[in-house]
């Protein structure tokens, strides 16, 4: 039984062909790509090189050199907004967006740097016309979740990116943490799009990536060695180089091509729905509150009128052995939006690994806790 259910936080396990390819890469040539001529700094570069080709395709993007390797979405995301925002821009975002987006553009705002304008329809979906009496006037960048780590909900963002580049010249940032390898994300009209490999692309945490449209021009972040052009003593212009600075993880990219070639044509998408129908009939009677979007994935926030989200986090891990994720999920906003700040919901996040099995067993550990709370009983089921 996979009773894993917090793959929203990072999916888990990982692909045989994800920790064969960590090996191989270890094992038969770790050395560092592109500092130095010799067969396996070759052979490192040359997987790098697919890599960033796996990455590009993924969005159907065509030159690989504008594929960033980062840490984690974090770190692009840093690199993306801190490479482009000047003195007195303004910056609009979703409540959506995870602090890896709010919190970097919180610190520019206290900095003086930026304005920062979070756009909150009093409906539940966003659309495009939210946007627009708010872009031109100094609108440097629009920072816009895919989907959203705490209620699973897709962003029409695709549709927001067309209408900001029609009426202005700001850029567009994406982030796609939880939809990479789940909902594709295509288009000329994103300017940046900033990713995270443990997710649903099932590679090892502690690599990222940020794809760049070519010709939007970034300040580098983070300089030092790429070696290339060593004799120069400022980072080089040419991409990758003027944003990839220092070793990358280079188990993690052989990591991370080998998750997106395991889950390419898996249709996540479709297993995730049908789970998803699974759960929705399986709870259907109990009195749990189910903050269900319109269009979502399989990353379910639930509340019940008589029991607190991390009692029942507990409840389920110690007596079920199901991983879950009670709080904010690092998301504030969004739980500001559905009335569930400050406690939060308890999540539930479903992945390529799990069977109808698995959400039965979900759902019936759900009914017999809401059985004994609607009791009256206490936390022992
Ligand atoms: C929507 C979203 N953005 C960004 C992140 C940050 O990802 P990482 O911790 O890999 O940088 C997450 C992680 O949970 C996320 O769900």
């Known amino acids: 039984m996979n009773t894993y259910f917090d793959n929203a936080a990072t999916t ?19 050395a560092n790509p592109g500092r130095g001529g010799h067969r396996l700094a070759r052979q490192a570069e040359a997987l790098v090189e697919e890599a960033r080709r796996e990455v590009a395709s993924l969005f159907g993007r065509r ?18 907004v801190r490479g482009v925002v000047q003195h007195g821009d303004k910056v609009l975002t979703t409540v959506y967006e995870h602090n890896a987006v709010l919190r ?34 100094g609108v440097r960048l629009v920072c816009l979740n895919h989907i959203s780590n705490v209620t699973g909900k897709i962003l029409p963002v695709e549709d927001i990116a067309r209408v900001v580049k029609t009426y202005s010249d700001a850029l567009v940032l994406v982030d796609v943490s939880q939809s990479a ?11 940046l799009i900033a990713g995270t490999g443990h997710k649903h692309l099932y590679g090892p945490m ?22 290339y052009r060593s004799e120069d003593l400022f980072q080089p212009e040419e991409m990758p180089y003027r944003l990839e600075a220092g070793t990358p993880n280079l188990p993690g990219i052989a990591g991370l091509l080998a998750g997106i070639r395991w889950v390419r044509d898996k249709n996540a998408f479709a297993h995730d729905q049908s789970l998803l129908e699974r759960f929705a009939n399986g709870i259907k009677d109990t009195a749990f509150m189910w903050y269900r979007p319109k269009r979502g994935i399989g990353v379910v926030s639930l509340r019940h009128p008589f029991v607190g989200v991390q009692e029942l986090a507990m409840i389920l891990d110690s007596e079920y ?28 996040s479903f992945s390529l690994w799990h069977t109808d099995e698995d959400i039965d067993f979900l759902v019936e550990a759900l009914k017999t806790i809401d059985l004994m709370f609607k009791q009256g009983g206490g936390g022992v089921v």
């Not at 390898?181 to 300017?191: F, H, I, K, P, R």
Request: hydrophobic share 40%; charged share 25%; proline share 8%.
């Open 206 to 227: 502690g690599v990222g990536f940020l794809v760049v449209k070519p010709g939007v021009s970034l300040r580098p972040w983070r300089v030092g060695g790429t070696g």
């Open 104 to 137: 970097v553009l919180f610190e520019l705002e206290r900095e003086g740097i930026i304005e920062v304008k979070v756009i909150c329809p009093e409906e539940e979906e966003y659309t495009p016309e939210d946007f627009v009496p708010h872009i031109g006037r």
């Open 181 to 191: 390898g789940m909902v594709s994300l295509q288009g000329e009209d994103v300017d």
């Open 12 to 30: 888990f396990p990982k692909p045989h062909e994800v920790k064969e390819a960590i090996t191989r890469c270890l094992e038969a040539f770790s």
């Open 321 to 348: 052995d199901i991983a879950s994720r009670a709080g904010l999920q690092c998301a504030p906003l969004v739980h500001k939006k559905l009335g569930t700040f400050p406690e939060g919901t308890l999540r539930l």
């Open 63 to 80: 030159d690989p050199s504008w594929v960033i390797f980062t840490l984690n979405a974090t770190d692009a995301i840093n690199m993306a």
